[in-house]
Structure formats: structure tokens, C-alpha cells
């Protein structure tokens, strides 16, 4: 009897652990998706590459992808895999922006939220090798209300300084606590953000280089102020800053 009861009982174990990591091999099954597959050479050889932009949602129909990477299927035969980090509807544009006759992959990534950032990736695969080319750092800027409901920056890598009338905006900023009557409670800061945009741009010479934006927001995310808009070339390795200008938002 005793005989009969283990057998009945490890057969019903067995049954119910098959059973288990039957669902759990189901659940663990994340489905993929292609977001764009393009046709380019991007190791130099002469030869198209198929590179595809995938990721995994982070649930069905879900717009926000937890895993974003790019498959490459090399012209050598060969597949390479970059991962990116989460976020939204990821693009890729091919330049040759380090300007050694082989386009480069140029990845946005918005994250999402009230700010509109995104994060960027460059990469090259030249002679099928994967380099991370790295994109330029947002520009470095110091910023401070001032008194009067008045605002300066300073962008530490060209020297140029800006100041801004924001007394449109007197009502709100005392609402808010940042003025007394226009006398400025404490010292604060602007909200420079990182970059918005990054985009490529043709320079007079017929080299590419980047173009970015960086927003400048006031007391919150949506009190803008200004964007400031930066140009960049890729030259001895590195990127350099070739102009910087702030415009103004047009007051809501």
C-alpha cells in the first residue's frame, strides 16, 4: 500500500513540475519586434548590410520598449548585436560623420516624459569592427534667476553670455514663491536640459557633422524659456563645438 501511495505520489509530482515549467517557459517567451530593417554598407567593403533596429515591448501593444539593440548581418557572414538602452519608437540614420568614407549608424532613442529627451548613440562598424564613437556632450552652462524676474546663462565652452525679461511671467513666479515683490527668494537656477534633438548637418565643405538642441526651461518643465542650438564636428577623434546660439521661445 505504502508502495502504491509513493509511486501515485511521484507520479502526480512529476506531472505538476512538467506542467510548471511549462507556464513558465510560455511566460519567459518575450516576443520581439523590428522596428526598421535597412540596406547600407556600413563596413566599407563595397557590400550592403542588413542592419535592424529590434526590440521587445513592455507588454503587447505597448508603445515603451524595455530592450532596444541593433542586429547586424555583416557582408563578412557574420551577425553583431549593440544594445541600447529603453525607451521609445528608436531611428537610425546613416552618415558618415567621423569622415572616413564609411557611413556610421546615428541611434535616437526618446525616452519620454514632459522634458523630450532622447538618448543618442553612434557607432561605426568600419572593416567589421564595432567602435562606439560616443556623440558630443550637451554644452556646459551655468544659469541663475536674477532679480527684477530677469535670468542669465553663460555657456562655459564659446564664452557667450545671454540675459532674459522674463516679467511676462511675474504672476506665476510669485504664485510659485520663486519672487517677492520681484526680489528673488533664494538662488536659483535655470533648467538647462540635455540634448532634445540630434541631428546630422551638412557643413560647407561637404562633411557631416551634428546639430543639437538643448532646452532652457525656467521654474518647471513647461515654463520654456529658450533652446540652445549647438554645431558639431568630429576632428582628431573628438567632437568640437563649432557654434552655439540661444532662441528665444516666443512667449505663451
Known amino acids: 500500500m505504502k ?7 511521484s507520479a502526480f509530482f512529476f ?20 522596428v526598421s530593417e535597412n540596406k547600407v554598407d556600413i563596413t566599407g567593403d563595397g557590400k550592403k548590410d542588413l542592419v535592424y533596429v ?25 551577425i553583431y548585436k549593440i544594445e541600447l538602452e529603453a525607451g521609445y519608437d528608436p531611428a537610425i540614420i546613416f552618415r558618415d560623420l567621423n569622415h572616413d568614407s564609411v557611413k556610421d549608424m546615428l541611434i535616437s532613442v526618446p ?6 529627451l532622447s538618448n543618442f548613440y ?7 569592427q564595432v567602435t562606439d564613437l560616443t556623440v558630443p556632450e550637451p554644452l556646459a552652462v ?47 537656477e535655470l533648467m538647462v536640459l540635455p540634448f532634445g534633438t540630434l541631428k546630422p548637418i551638412k557643413f560647407k565643405n561637404d562633411r557631416y557633422g551634428l546639430k543639437g538642441s538643448q532646452r532652457i526651461n525656467g521654474a518647471y518643465n513647461a515654463d520654456g524659456i529658450a533652446n540652445l542650438e549647438s ?7 573628438k567632437w568640437q563645438v563649432i557654434s552655439a546660439e540661444v532662441k528665444e521661445l516666443e512667449a505663451q
Open 142 to 188: 551655468s544659469s541663475q534667476f536674477e532679480d527684477g524676474y530677469k535670468a542669465s546663462i553663460s555657456i562655459q565652452e564659446t564664452g557667450q553670455s545671454y540675459s532674459f525679461d522674463l516679467s511676462n511671467r511675474k504672476e506665476e513666479y510669485e504664485r510659485l514663491g520663486l519672487y517677492q515683490d520681484g526680489k528673488l527668494n533664494e538662488p536659483t
Open 231 to 237: 554645431t558639431w564636428l568630429y576632428e582628431n577623434g
Open 54 to 78: 529590434k526590440g521587445v515591448p513592455f507588454e503587447e501593444g505597448a508603445q515603451y520598449l524595455k530592450h532596444i539593440y541593433l542586429k547586424i548581418k555583416a557582408s563578412d557572414g557574420e
Open 111 to 116: 525616452t519620454g516624459g514632459s522634458g523630450g
Open 3 to 9: 508502495r502504491e501511495l509513493l509511486i501515485t505520489f
Open 122 to 128: 553612434l557607432y561605426s562598424l568600419k572593416d567589421f
Open 15 to 34: 506531472m505538476s513540475l512538467t506542467a510548471f515549467t511549462g507556464v513558465y517557459a510560455g511566460e519567459s517567451k518575450e516576443k520581439t519586434v523590428t
